[in-house]
Every structure is written in structure tokens, then in C-alpha cells.
């Protein structure tokens, strides 16, 4: 059997629920999980969540809000009802707003780090528990660089993304004797819509930024779930606590 081969069954049995699948890094990490054998629950508040099923075998459909407790409470449980288990989590549900610190309101503050932090923490400690009871598993978590360096107009964003890369240490530590193996990408731009809800300029914007990059362009989403997969991967069965920059080069500069 040949590296392709192994790599097209590598997720065979296994068991992956993924926040934010509905679109972007979410949907295209869903597609290489179901791909590789995974089953997959995939979390999204958009309605076209619903339709993740009809397109790749073994995937099941939450159409929930990750900040609120129960949504990752009943997805974890649907996940081990449907498969009997869960193995990987992905943590890939997030939200920016690009103010300055001066005109980033309360509301701005809490809502970004409603979907980035508290969301991530709710999936993470329901994951935590089903892999604990099963024996171990992989965490994995969608950062971004402006977690490790100050971006301008992202005070909620950064924090948001700095607390979720601290969180990630501390599942790998206590994690760790039980098997659980925690980690996170800190990924750089992505070529997605996920500025669109906050700059009507999105996409001039996106390419602004491709020469602020070593490699000169922003990223795809599947190059970031490729990384995203292959740390929920055996591959990586040596790795955790890590904060795996996947810029573009952007934080070598």
C-alpha cells in the first residue's frame, strides 16, 4: 500500500465533528475528512449546513450557534448516539471585526469572543470528556497569526484568537496522559467570504494583503485544512501543545 493509499484510509473509524462547516476551511475540512473515512458531524449556524449530507457520505448536519453551551453539548452527544464515539474535534468556527481599539464597542468585544473563546471552550470541554471516555483523541483548532502579533483594528479578533491558542496548551497538558492530543493552526489569510459581513471592501482587501506575504499570495482553504487534517491525524501522533503557523510565511518577516 502506497502513501496515497494510506493517506485516502487514514481516517477510517474514526469519528470528527467540525464547527463552521458549512463554508470556506469548515466545509472543505469536512469534505477531506468524509474523503479519508471519517464520519463527520458538522456544525454551522447557516441553513445550507443542512445540505453537507447530500454531498459527502457519512456526514451529519447540525445547524446550531457554537456560543450557546447546548448547541455543543447536544452536537457531541449526537455525535456518539449516531457513531458511538468521538475522536477529532475541529474547532474552526470564528468571526472578526476590524475597528479600531477606540471604536470597538462592548458589543463588538463580546461577539467576537463569543464564537472565537467561549464557543471553542464549549466544544472543546464536551470533546474532551467523550475522548477521555474513549480512550483519547485529537483537538485541533483553527488560530490565526494575529494570536501570536499585533494586527491594527483587531483588539477583539487577536485576543479572542491569543485565548484560544492558551487554551490549546492547557488541553494538551491535561490532556496528554489521557491519550488527547491538542493543537492549533495559526493561519495566516485565507481567500474566503469571511470578511465580507464586516468590510464592504473584502475582497480589495484580501488582495492587499497577498504581497505581505513571503510566498506572495493568501491562502486557499484547503491548503489550511490539509493542515488542519493532518493534525487530527496519526501522523502527528507526536504532536501537541503546538502552535503550527500556516501564514504564508507572514511571521517569519
Same mark, same amino acid.
Given at each position: ?9 487514514? %481516517?477510517? @473509524?474514526? !469519528?470528527?465533528?467540525? +464547527? &463552521? @462547516? ?17 464520519? !463527520?458531524?458538522? !456544525?454551522?449556524?447557516?441553513?445550507? +449546513? ?20 447546548e448547541?455543543?453539548?447536544? *452536537?457531541?452527544r449526537?455525535?456518539?448516539d449516531?457513531?458511538g ?19 470597538? +464597542? ?15 471552550? %464549549? ?5 474532551? @470528556?467523550?475522548?477521555?471516555?474513549? @480512550? ?17 483594528? &483587531?483588539?477583539?479578533? /487577536? ?5 484560544? *491558542?492558551?487554551?490549546?496548551? !492547557?488541553?494538551?497538558?491535561?490532556? &496528554? ?15 474566503s ?39 487530527? /491525524?496519526?501522523?502527528? /501522533?507526536?504532536?501537541?501543545? *503546538?502552535?503550527? *503557523? ?8
Amino acid at each position: 500500500m502506497g502513501d496515497g493509499d494510506r493517506q485516502d484510509a487514514e %481516517f477510517a @473509524g474514526k !469519528v470528527a465533528l467540525v +464547527t &463552521g @462547516g458549512a463554508r470556506g476551511v469548515g466545509r472543505e475540512t469536512v469534505a477531506l475528512l468524509s474523503a479519508r473515512g471519517a464520519r !463527520v458531524v458538522a !456544525v454551522d449556524l447557516r441553513p445550507e +449546513t443542512e445540505d453537507l449530507p447530500k454531498e459527502f457520505p457519512g456526514v451529519l448536519a447540525v445547524t446550531g450557534d457554537v456560543t450557546r453551551e447546548e448547541t455543543a453539548v447536544g *452536537a457531541v452527544r449526537k455525535a456518539v448516539d449516531a457513531f458511538g464515539r468521538l475522536d477529532i474535534l475541529v474547532n474552526n468556527a470564528g468571526r472578526t471585526v476590524n475597528k479600531p481599539v477606540t471604536d470597538t +464597542t462592548a458589543e463588538d468585544w463580546d461577539a467576537v469572543m463569543a464564537v472565537n473563546a467561549r464557543g471553542s471552550f %464549549f466544544f472543546a470541554r464536551e470533546a474532551f @470528556g467523550a475522548m477521555r471516555a474513549g @480512550g483519547g483523541g485529537a483537538i485541533v483548532s483553527t488560530g490565526s497569526y494575529a494570536g501570536t502579533v499585533g494586527l491594527p483594528e &483587531g483588539a477583539a479578533y /487577536s485576543a479572542s484568537k491569543g485565548a484560544l *491558542a492558551q487554551l490549546t496548551k !492547557v488541553l494538551a497538558v491535561e490532556g &496528554g496522559p489521557l491519550g488527547i492530543r491538542a493543537n492549533l493552526v495559526a493561519a495566516g489569510v485565507i481567500e474566503s467570504d469571511f470578511l465580507d459581513t464586516f468590510r464592504s471592501d473584502s475582497r480589495a482587501y484580501l488582495a492587499s494583503l497577498a504581497d505581505a506575504q513571503p510566498l506572495g499570495r493568501v491562502a486557499q482553504p484547503a491548503e489550511i485544512a490539509e493542515v488542519l487534517c493532518f493534525l487530527a /491525524s496519526p501522523r502527528s /501522533s507526536f504532536v501537541t501543545g *503546538a502552535v503550527v *503557523a500556516a501564514d504564508g510565511g507572514f511571521t517569519a518577516l
